[in-house]
Structures are given as C-alpha cells and as structure tokens.
C-alpha cells in the first residue's frame, strides 16, 4: 500500500505542477532568458511577475497615491497637481460679468455613471462668434441654485455665443458631454446659446471622467 502511494505522489506532482502554471503568461520575462530552463523553472522564475497589481490606495479618488498626496481628502472632481493639492484656474479665469441683462447657468460635473458629483475650481468660457473669450466662470464645489447649477454668467448683453469648458493643461480628463457641437479645442465640444435681453440659457452642462 505505502509503495502505491508514493507512485500516486509521484504521477500526481507533475499534473499539478502542470496545472499550476494555467493561466501564467509565456510572454513573462523577468530579464533572465528561459532558453536552459525547463518548464518548471520558467514558471517559478515568473510567477507572479506578469500578474496585475492592484492599483496603490488612494481614498479621495484624485489619482495621486496615498503614500505621494500632500492634501488628502479634496473633494472628488477638484483639479489636484502631482502632489494630490488642488490647482488654482488660470490667473484669466474668474467670475466676470458684462453690462447686459442675461444669464448662463450650467454645471461640470464628473461622470461616474452613479453620483456624479462637481467639478470645483473648473473654468468654463462665453465665447463670441469669433470665437473670442468674453468672459469666464469658475465652477462652485456645491450647488448655485436648486437646479443643481454649479457655474453662471451674469449680464451678458443680447446675442449669439458658444459656451465652451476649459480643460486643464496636462490633464487626464476628457469630456464626455456634449458628443457633438462647435469646436472648442482639445477635443472639447462646446454648446451653443442664443440669448434675449433679460434671458436666460440654463442647464448648460458638461461631463467629464478619466
């Protein structure tokens, strides 16, 4: 009975060494070339090598590890540079106004398919029909009115404009709403807008996601 049993062992070892090896990547390497290696030996010199990591942890979601972010917790959405801190809009980008009498609201927002929070400190544009920026809004990290708008434009004269989001420089956002309207640059669709003295244009809204 023990002689049967170690020639069980000894049939079984291979098989499950065999099995062992199911699902490992041939295209693994480690630096060390597998040509006087038997299969076996290529096995246990990659495992585990080619497997994928989990990503590094990173509780508020701003790309930035843990281990590198200098100003944990920022709200989900806010522009951080490599540090994890937040980015300020360009100098250009504040809240201005003209001397008209109609309004703009809209909202940026991230777009995770479930809560869809704000953006905080997003610039957005009202171009003209040239295409000139004539004012720009920064995005609020919480609502401005209860339709959950979170940028405005206050006395924009009588027109015709497109209202565009700007992108952040070296960024790994991108837009996915509008999918279509005028060309604002770097692959960003903006939405036009035709406004009466005393109108209106609200829900002018932009989504984005990594």
């Given at each position: 009975?023990?002689?049967?049993?170690?020639?069980?062992?000894?049939?079984?070892?291979?098989?499950?060494?065999?099995?062992?090896?199911?699902?490992?990547?041939?295209?693994?390497?480690n630096g060390?070339?597998?040509e006087?290696?038997?299969?076996?030996?290529?096995?246990?010199a990659?495992?585990?090598?080619?497997?994928?990591?989990?990503?590094?942890?990173?509780?508020?979601?701003?790309?930035?590890?843990?281990?590198?972010?200098?100003?944990?917790?920022?709200?989900?959405?806010?522009?951080?540079?490599?540090?994890?801190?937040?980015?300020?809009?360009?100098?250009?980008c504040?809240?201005?106004?003209?001397?008209?009498?109609?309004?703009?609201?809209?909202?940026?927002?991230?777009?995770?398919?479930?809560?869809?929070?704000?953006?905080?400190?997003?610039?957005?544009?009202?171009?003209?029909?040239?295409?000139?920026?004539?004012?720009?809004?920064?995005?609020?990290?919480?609502a401005?009115?209860?339709?959950?708008?979170?940028?405005?434009?206050?006395?924009?004269?009588?027109?015709?404009?497109?209202?565009?989001?700007?992108?952040?420089?070296?960024?790994?956002?991108?837009?996915?709403?509008?999918?279509?309207?005028?060309?604002?640059?770097?692959?960003?669709?903006?939405?036009?807008?035709?406004?009466?003295?005393?109108?209106?244009?609200?829900?002018?809204?932009?989504?984005?996601?990594?």
């Amino acid at each position: 009975m023990r002689a049967f049993i170690v020639v069980l062992a000894l049939v079984a070892t291979p098989f499950l060494a065999a099995v062992s090896q199911t699902g490992t990547d041939p295209n693994c390497d480690n630096g060390l070339g597998d040509e006087r290696r038997s299969e076996t030996g290529q096995f246990h010199a990659h495992k585990g090598l080619c497997a994928t990591q989990p990503p590094p942890p990173d509780a508020d979601q701003d790309g930035v590890p843990d281990s590198l972010d200098q100003c944990p917790d920022t709200p989900l959405g806010t522009t951080v540079d490599a540090s994890g801190c937040p980015v300020a809009p360009p100098p250009a980008c504040v809240n201005s106004g003209g001397t008209g009498t109609a309004t703009v609201l809209g909202q940026v927002f991230v777009d995770d398919g479930l809560t869809f929070p704000y953006f905080a400190g997003w610039c957005v544009e009202l171009r003209d029909g040239s295409g000139a920026v004539i004012a720009t809004a920064v995005t609020s990290g919480v609502a401005l009115d209860v339709e959950g708008n979170n940028y405005i434009f206050t006395g924009v004269p009588a027109g015709s404009y497109t209202v565009c989001e700007a992108l952040p420089a070296n960024t790994t956002w991108h837009e996915t709403s509008p999918t279509s309207g005028p060309d604002c640059g770097n692959g960003v669709f903006g939405q036009p807008i035709t406004l009466m003295d005393g109108g209106i244009a609200d829900f002018i809204w932009f989504g984005n996601r990594l």
